[in-house]
């Protein structure tokens, strides 16, 4: 079953409940099995968003940007594989997923990552979250996405100096893409703690609760000390 992913950990639903979405007819095998979020699981992502935003922030632009293109190398370079196998495995029921399957899942998601990063121009500085700028992101997304488009959105608001809470909605339960939300939580793994947290879920029970902590953003009474250190983990060379 595939969790959320907050404050770098799969975290089950609070509700304890699942939805059963069946694969696209081409691709057929067992139903896929994703968390039923709701409000608290939003809470506690924003939470996490929060926790990590200061530090985030005190990064550069250039920093932030360097962390994000630095993932595709981690993954061909074969040194995020217990994470990407966990993927894997997690979308697969938990059960033993091919050697050829989890290959196929990290050579398309480093050549998804590379297209995505090369539509970036460095340094970009169009303004990504008009209602939380260097704040907390709250990003609704269709799990159909295309997952360039979605993580063109996250990585955006990134290097924008926001964290990220992104809900792959699920309008069926007939059946599902689970393509962009494993990015997403394989993205999420690549970065520092906190920064990037993933909920699913249908659009009335996270959606919405969501998209009403649009205009989050950090107060200046939670602002670091001038002395604060840099964000742990931040380094992922």
Same mark, same amino acid.
């Given at each position: 079953?595939?969790?959320?992913?907050?404050?770098?950990?799969? +975290?089950? /639903?609070?509700?304890?409940?699942?939805?059963?979405?069946? #694969?696209?007819? $081409?691709?057929?095998?067992?139903?896929?099995?994703?968390?039923?979020?709701?409000?608290?699981?939003?809470?506690?992502?924003?939470?996490?968003? +929060? &926790?990590?935003?200061?530090?985030? #922030?005190?990064?550069? %632009?250039?920093e932030r940007? @360097?962390? !994000?293109? +630095?993932?595709?190398?981690? !993954?061909?370079?074969?040194?995020?594989?217990?994470?990407?196998?966990?993927?894997?495995?997690?979308?697969?029921?938990?059960?033993?997923? /091919?050697?050829?399957?989890?290959?196929?899942?990290?050579?398309?998601?480093?050549?998804?990552?590379?297209?995505?990063?090369?539509?970036?121009?460095?340094?970009?500085?169009?303004?990504?979250?008009?209602?939380?700028?260097?704040?907390?992101s709250c990003?609704?997304?269709?799990?159909?996405? /295309? =997952?360039?488009?979605?993580? $063109?959105?996250?990585?955006?608001?990134?290097?924008?100096?926001?964290?990220?809470?992104?809900?792959?909605?699920? &309008? $069926?339960?007939?059946?599902?893409?689970?393509?962009?939300? @494993?990015?997403?939580?394989?993205?999420a793994g690549?970065?520092?703690?906190?920064?990037?947290?993933?909920?699913?879920?249908?659009?009335?029970?996270?959606?919405?609760?969501? $998209?009403?902590?649009?205009?989050?953003?950090?107060? =200046? %009474?939670?602002?670091?000390? /001038? @002395?604060?250190?840099?964000?742990?983990?931040? @380094?992922?060379?």
């Amino acid at each position: 079953m595939l969790d959320n992913l907050i404050d770098g950990r799969w +975290q089950p /639903p609070y509700s304890g409940a699942y939805l059963d979405l069946f #694969r696209e007819p $081409t691709i057929g095998g067992a139903p896929i099995c994703v968390a039923r979020s709701n409000a608290d699981d939003v809470e506690e992502a924003l939470a996490a968003a +929060q &926790s990590a935003l200061w530090r985030w #922030r005190d990064l550069t %632009q250039e920093e932030r940007e @360097s962390l !994000i293109r +630095q993932i595709p190398a981690l !993954i061909r370079e074969r040194r995020m594989d217990h994470w990407l196998d966990e993927c894997c495995a997690r979308i697969n029921g938990d059960k033993a997923v /091919p050697r050829g399957a989890i290959e196929g899942f990290r050579d398309d998601f480093v050549a998804t990552l590379e297209r995505t990063l090369g539509l970036l121009s460095p340094g970009d500085p169009e303004p990504v979250v008009e209602a939380a700028p260097c704040g907390v992101s709250c990003l609704v997304i269709s799990a159909a996405t /295309p =997952p360039m488009a979605g993580l $063109t959105q996250v990585f955006r608001a990134l290097i924008d100096g926001c964290t990220v809470v992104v809900a792959a909605l699920y &309008s $069926t339960r007939r059946q599902a893409a689970a393509r962009l939300p @494993s990015m997403l939580c394989a993205v999420a793994g690549c970065l520092p703690a906190g920064v990037v947290n993933v909920l699913m879920g249908l659009g009335l029970e996270v959606g919405i609760p969501l $998209t009403a902590n649009r205009q989050l953003s950090l107060g =200046p %009474q939670t602002l670091p000390p /001038p @002395s604060a250190g840099p964000m742990r983990g931040a @380094s992922i060379a």
